[in-house]
């Protein structure tokens, strides 16, 4: 049985790597996506060029093409861009905690700064005061009021003629002095970015401080957002976005063209006009949405479960068979965690269930993959082929080549040794359990 499989994963290996042609042509298509969700054009070039860089190269999955290849490789770098650090609110400052919230008109501010609050105060427990320094729209602070009616925060009383920066400053005095966790100051738009605005936001930032500065981007202004988001971070400094209108019918090319262009995270997303309709971000549901090729990109995922399952399967094999040594560690260790654990992988193995409680315990911690890579790393062939060697002066040589301890190198042997000693045992009864199956 382990030949056999072998075998069938030496030939799913043969399928080879992409070619630049392979990836040129997919890309076209690719590009095209990404222009019709209306991604800015500079954001699709080096978009475009990055995922080119990475995908030449790589192994195709078996039952796939090329093509249907680099889409994945496309829509996992678009998670990645999308994704990654800090899309959490961040509270940590003192209290009271300062939030700006800017954007054009009509992106959704008001209504997103009310949402926000009314999150902070039911999901955090968090007091939460808002003020508005719309002072030029009628009645745009009232809008904040009412929605903070709704959603039982508070807002700061309105004074009449009132100015932005003394708005703050009272706003913030009232947050301190009566024990407000959070001071959200929602601010005015315009319909296009002018220096008189910018000269505002700068004042206002600067009296504020703010914790988080926000902006706003509807997700239905695709191209022209990139500008925008680019003159605010550049003119009053972002710290995250909240892409609003996401319940419409628009791509979200603007998602990755403000995450591209600012660098900072998205962190919600508006669902609908109702004050409850905020989520958190959800990278991987914009990256298919912006690409637009669902179809492929279930294929893909099957097809590199199957590749997951046959690799983990054979691995088992070696397990059973006591051929296990370091190379075959360090080359599993992250297949490993993706399917579930050594528990996951050894589950597989007729007669297993008795041992699950010892697996467990010898169970490898994704976080120290890493440095368990690194010690391995740093032995030679002939170590990895036979830990015994490996004495007191090797251990510590390891240890310093991988920037890690000899705690670290040691533990790593002892769980070594425990996995091979189980598998002793464990062999028997797979042993029993394969002829049981009538597979040898
Ligand atoms: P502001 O000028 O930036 O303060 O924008 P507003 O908060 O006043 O919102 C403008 C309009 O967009 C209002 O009618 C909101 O109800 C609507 N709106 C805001 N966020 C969303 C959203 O996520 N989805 C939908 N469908 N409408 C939204
Ligand atoms: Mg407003």
Redesign the pocket.
Same mark, same amino acid.
């Given at each position: 049985l382990g030949n056999r499989l072998g075998d069938i994963f030496d030939r799913l290996r043969k399928r080879g790597a992409l070619t630049e042609a392979d990836v040129e042509t997919a890309l076209r298509e690719v590009r095209v996506a990404l222009l019709e969700a209306d991604v800015a054009l500079p954001v699709v070039k080096d978009f475009i060029t990055h995922v080119k860089e990475r995908a030449i190269g790589q192994e195709v999955l078996k039952s796939i093409t090329p093509g249907q290849m680099v889409v994945k490789i496309v829509y996992d770098q678009m998670v990645a861009t999308l994704g990654g650090e800090g899309a959490e609110i961040n509270l940590l400052a003192t209290p009271p905690v300062t939030m700006m919230i800017v954007?054009? =008109?009509?992106?959704?501010?008001?209504?997103? $700064?009310a949402?926000i609050a009314r999150l902070l105060s039911t999901k955090k427990r968090k007091k939460v005061l808002m003020a508005s320094v719309?002072v030029y729209?009628p009645a745009?602070r009232e809008?904040l009021k009412i929605l903070g009616q709704e959603a039982h925060v508070d807002t700061l009383p309105i004074i009449d003629h009132e100015k932005p920066l003394e708005i703050v400053k009272r706003g913030y005095e009232k947050a301190r002095l009566e024990g407000y966790d959070v001071f959200m100051v929602?601010t005015a738009?315009r319909l296009h970015i002018d220096d008189a605005l910018m000269e505002e936001l700068v004042q206002l930032r600067n009296v504020l401080k703010p914790t988080e500065t926000l902006f706003?981007a509807d997700a239905m202004t695709g191209q022209d957002a990139a500008n925008v988001a680019k003159t605010f971070h550049e003119r009053v400094g972002l710290t995250g976005v909240v892409l $609003?209108?996401?319940?419409?019918d628009a791509r979200g090319g603007a998602a990755l063209s403000v995450r591209h262009i600012t660098g900072c995270p998205v962190k919600l997303?508006?669902?609908?006009?109702r004050i409850e =309709?905020?989520e958190e971000f959800h990278p991987d549901r914009i990256a298919s949405r912006i690409l637009d090729m669902g179809d492929v990109l279930t294929l893909v995922e099957k097809a590199a479960e199957t590749i997951d399952r046959e690799e983990a399967e054979k691995l088992a094999q070696k397990m059973g068979k006591g051929q296990f040594d370091m190379n075959d560690l360090a080359n599993q260790l992250r297949q490993v965690t993706k399917m579930g654990g050594l528990g996951g992988l050894m589950g597989m193995l007729p007669g297993i269930n008795k041992y699950k409680n010892q697996i467990q315990q010898a169970g490898i911690d994704e976080k120290m993959i890493s440095r368990q890579l690194a010690v391995i790393n740093s032995m030679t062939q002939v170590e990895r082929k036979n830990p015994k060697v490996l004495n007191g002066s090797r251990r510590k040589r390891i240890a310093t080549g991988s920037g890690t301890t000899v705690t670290d190198v040691n533990r790593l042997l002892k769980q070594f040794q425990d996995m091979q000693d189980m598998m002793k045992r464990m062999n028997k009864l797979g042993e029993k359990g394969l002829k049981r199956q009538g597979l040898r």
């Open positions: 954007g054009l =008109q009509g992106s959704g501010k008001t209504t997103s $700064t949402k719309d729209r745009a809008q929602d738009g706003v $609003t209108r996401v319940d419409g997303m508006g669902m609908g006009e =309709q905020i």
